[in-house]
């Protein structure tokens, strides 16, 4: 009996101190985990960078710094390298050449350049003309930094040069051609967005899977916050007073473009009457009826097109539009009633007027 | 292994101990988190690159080379104003003195952001449009 | 000292040299923070063998796992080394002055508050100059510091029992 006491104990002692092991590694390790959890998180990135005339800023959620930075500088490169492409004052970009070839010949123009021109003819067909990429002759004439507004006359002759029908391209041969001595195009309504879904591409294809890109106002967001939460973007109100940020109503956003057309951006005003860059193709004039247009949809470059299209359509036909298409928006008209497609109810937080 | 064992293994000074320790160290912490992120800084940018970190506390005035020119910068009793800029537009030095947010002079590629790195991505909103 | 304590000092050592190296294969997020496995050994040395028992085995341990990472007399041993005489000894000043006082989950956590109080230190010194940067991050070492020093402590406790146990069935 006495020799079989003295083999058991140590036995049961090596078997306690393997439970003691155990323990102290589970223990040990899911403490380790919770700590390398809080420490190795996903954190938020975010660069500026004024490109295209305006400021852009590239937000991308990241475990690691230099991964984040060089996603976010190769977004930039790709932005600048649309700038190139698309500047309207710049006689070397593409769009430069196919202005100064109008009515003369047809120009070859790179990929980006055929697909931007695409969206604009889509944009236009589907807006009856609202948004029209060939308003650049009338344009020129309003100079809204020395508040100049032009004569009647020169408005009207300007006007026979604005037509998106007389914009040719074609997909086979790689050209696009503007039929009529003069005519120019101006993308700045459209390439804001295009620029924003490329760089959203570009932060994509450099594994990045969660970010947001502003392009000014044309934001284009993908993928939910560290938190879990999707992105939450504010509408400014048209009607701001003061320097601060004033926001009447925020969404939240992931997968989705959003841009807003409004009076205020470019804007002076001259005997009482607002004149601001949203011409109407039509007459030649900034556009009544609005205040604010917000559009949201999967596409940058649509939902920057259509904000400045359904602005000139109007609150009633805008909203129609927009049902027509399946996109959502938000209207602030001239009275400063706001419309809203049905599906976006419930979707858009508005902030009590203050 | 047990929690009453456990429990009876360690004394009362080694779980005044714990206790005391957990709550100085979350204290510290709370103290941190709270007292930290107070310190405003400014941050003056030329194309997208840092150029200057200040503490707002500390009244100076700052030259900018900008892709255009000088800009320059005040800071004086916790606020930040352009006082000078080469752009045409002049709307950077319109915009006066700011407390908080930022002055962007886009003809010279200057931004100025007042707040701290943390402030900028906890706001409210994570962008705006229009 | 007697031999036979000579061979437990040898074979505690490996123990804590083992944990020590099985430690350091974990990734860890912030380099020079350890969960401190080896203090397990050195608690259990200490308290069944006293303190200078224990300071052996600690500098044993340091001297051999950096000979054999290659890190020996470099700014990661200097840590190493400092945290774990650093912590030894305040477990074993403490115990000796007041023995009833604290049990081996008290011992273990000042320890730990030593041990990584030692390396904060040592780290302004040796490679961040900048005091704000401890200090924000001192409170969470800290803290986990306390954590995994109580887990540490009660694993001791455990171990210390039943290896007293074993020695008393043996020696019957």
């Known amino acids: 009996m006495k020799n079989k006491f003295n083999v058991h104990p140590p036995q049961r002692t090596k078997f306690n101190v393997l439970i003691f092991i155990f323990l102290l590694f589970t223990v040990h390790y899911s403490l380790f985990t919770l700590y390398g959890c809080a420490s190795q998180k996903e954190n938020v990135y ?63 123009v790179s990929q980006d350049t055929l697909d931007i021109l695409d969206k604009t003819l ?15 002759p009338v344009i020129t004439l309003y100079d809204f930094y020395k508040k100049v507004k032009p004569e009647d006359s020169s408005i009207k002759k300007k006007l026979s040069l604005v037509n998106y029908r007389y914009l040719m391209i074609d997909r086979n041969k790689s050209t696009a051609f503007l039929k009529k001595r003069g005519m120019h195009i101006d993308l700045g309504g459209i390439s804001k967005g295009y620029a924003a879904d490329k760089a959203v591409e570009t932060l994509k294809r450099n594994r990045i899977h969660s970010g947001l890109v502003s392009v000014a106002g044309d934001i284009k967001a993908f993928g939910l916050k560290p938190d879990g939460r999707p992105w939450k973007i504010g509408i400014r109100n048209p009607r701001a007073k003061g320097q601060e940020d004033d926001i009447m109503a925020t969404i939240e956003l992931t997968d989705t473009a959003i841009s807003t057309s409004g009076d205020y951006e470019r804007s002076f005003i001259n005997d009482g009457k607002r004149y601001h860059h949203l011409l109407n193709p039509r007459t030649g004039y900034p556009a009544e009826g609005c205040q604010s247009v917000s559009i949201i949809t999967k596409e940058c470059a649509f939902t920057d097109a259509f904000a400045t299209g359904i602005f000139i359509l109007g609150p009633e036909k805008g909203i129609k539009t927009l049902e027509k298409m399946g996109f959502d928006g938000v209207i602030v008209d001239s009275q400063g009633k706001v419309h809203t497609t049905p599906h976006i109810r419930g979707k858009v937080e508005f902030k009590r007027s203050s | 292994m047990n929690l009453k064992g456990l429990l009876n293994s360690t004394t009362i000074a080694d779980r005044i101990l714990l206790f005391i320790l957990i709550l100085l160290s979350l204290s510290g912490i709370i103290f941190i988190k709270e007292v930290l992120p107070k310190g405003h800084i400014v941050w003056i940018e030329v194309n997208g690159h840092p150029v200057y970190l200040l503490p707002i506390e500390k009244d100076r005035i700052v030259s900018v080379n ?30 006066g003195w700011i407390e908080k947010g930022s002055i962007v002079c886009l003809p010279n590629r200057v931004v100025v952001i007042v707040g701290t790195p943390e402030d900028e991505l906890n706001k409210r909103v994570d962008a705006i449009t229009g | 000292m007697q031999s036979q304590d000579k061979y437990r000092i040898a074979l505690l050592s490996a123990y804590a040299l083992a944990l020590h190296g099985f430690e350091s294969l974990l990734p860890t997020p912030i380099p020079w923070l350890r969960l401190g496995l080896a203090n397990i050994i050195t608690l259990t040395t200490l308290i069944l063998y006293g303190i200078r028992a224990a300071l052996m085995v600690t500098l044993i341990r340091v001297v051999l796992a950096s000979l054999f990472t290659g890190t020996f007399l470099g700014p990661a041993f200097i840590l190493s080394l400092g945290g774990g005489v650093i912590s030894t000894l305040s477990m074993g000043i403490v115990s000796s002055l007041m023995p009833r006082l604290f049990g081996p989950v008290g011992l273990s956590l000042i320890g730990a508050l030593f041990h990584n109080s030692a390396q904060l230190f040592l780290a302004y010194v040796i490679f961040i100059q900048r005091i704000e940067a401890i200090l924000f991050i001192s409170p969470v070492i800290i803290f986990l510091g306390t954590l995994t020093g109580s887990v540490n402590g009660i694993v001791s406790d455990m171990l210390i029992k039943n290896l007293k146990k074993a020695d008393e069935k043996i020696q019957n």
């Open chain 1, 46 to 108: 975010r660069k500026s960078k004024i490109l295209m005339d305006t400021l852009v800023t590239i937000t991308v959620v990241s475990s690691s710094k230099d991964s984040a930075e060089k996603a976010i500088d190769t977004a930039f490169s790709e932005i600048e390298k649309l700038e190139k492409l698309f500047n309207f004052f710049s006689p070397e970009s593409e769009l430069s050449l196919i202005n100064k070839n109008a009515g003369i010949s047809e120009v070859k």
């Open chain 1, 122 to 136: 889509y944009v236009s067909e589907k807006t009856e003309g609202a948004f029209d990429a060939t308003i650049g």
């Open chain 2, 66 to 95: 900008g892709s255009e020119g000088n800009t320059i910068v005040e800071i004086k009793n916790h606020k930040v104003r352009i006082t000078e800029s080469p752009c045409d537009n002049k709307l950077c030095i319109q915009q």
